[in-house]
């Protein structure tokens, strides 16, 4: 007998199964529109010979009017149109997207995978742990990698902007903690996987 | 540690004490308490393991022993002088 075999008693019911369905489903529709919204996203652009650099500018706050604000100035992120870019520019700007589209892609997948083996009843399973994996490198791809990259694209093109501009960087600590919550998760699902092996063929 | 195929030489009876008492393993289930689904699986021997409280709950139905239910049948390697 397989011990990873799905066991009939160990698949969700009433409310977990609605639960797991929803998570399956949105994971799955997710999935699709953002494989959409990035095609879009990058296609459009780069046919019309033009990227989209991040970028700081100053913003002026509204002042007066009875209204103290403190600072007067800040500093907002936007993305400045840049026609013509430099090929290494272009490179930066579309590498940051890819990897954070196929991030995205790759923690989604993970989810619905996740969902389906619960949905089998056999949630502790190797591929499971796999696809936690999975889910914690497309988290380290979306939220560091191809923001590490996007910061690099704003400071390479700074030279290029001129005044007014500053570089985008940011550093996404929640991320980082969610790294650690699926790290523990994967060690539970490890457990798991060796209990769902010393019940199976239990009677 | 043992080895799992060693689980694989235990031989459940339920059949024959089934047989005996004119039971049917619908009839068990229902007297112990514990799935058609589950009983199928010791009867044909392919449980790995079975818990105290149903040993206790079958045997009290067919009103027998552990050892009338579970047999250990002989170890066919060691039987020809532990080849391999």
């Known amino acids: 007998m397989d011990a990873t075999a799905p066991l009939a008693d160990a698949r969700p019911r009433g409310g977990d199964l609605v639960l797991v369905h929803v998570v399956r489903a949105v994971a799955l529709l997710a999935l699709v529109a953002h494989l959409a919204a990035a095609a879009l996203a990058l296609v459009v652009p780069l046919a019309q010979g033009w990227i989209g650099v991040p970028a700081m500018v100053e913003a002026r706050m509204p002042s007066g009017q009875g209204i103290e604000v403190a600072p007067a100035q800040a500093w907002v992120e936007t993305t400045v149109t840049v026609l013509d870019a430099p090929g290494w520019l272009a490179a930066l700007v579309v590498g940051a997207a890819v990897v954070g589209v196929a991030g995205g892609l790759v923690v989604l997948a993970g989810v619905a995978w996740l969902a389906h083996r619960m949905l089998r009843g056999a949630p502790f399973a190797a591929s499971a742990r796999g696809a936690l994996a999975a889910i914690a490198i497309g988290v380290m791809l979306v939220s560091l990698i191809a923001p590490a990259l996007r910061g690099l694209a704003s400071t390479s093109a700074m030279p290029l902007l001129g005044s007014g501009y500053g570089a985008v960087s940011s550093l996404d600590l929640a991320a980082m903690l969610l790294l650690l919550v699926i790290l523990a998760l994967m060690v539970a699902f490890r457990i798991g996987e060796r209990m769902q092996h010393d019940v199976g063929g239990l009677v | ?84």
């Open chain 2, 1 to 84: 540690m043992p080895a799992e195929e060693d689980a694989e030489r235990v031989h459940c009876r339920l059949d024959e004490l089934l047989e005996a008492r004119g039971m049917t393993l619908t009839q068990l289930a229902e007297a112990v308490g514990v799935s058609v689904v589950n009983l199928s699986v010791l009867k044909n021997d392919r449980a790995r393991a079975i818990r105290f409280s149903t040993l206790v709950a079958v045997c009290d139905a067919l009103g027998c022993q552990p050892g009338d239910l579970l047999v250990v049948t002989p170890d066919a390697q060691a039987a020809h002088g532990g080849a391999g």
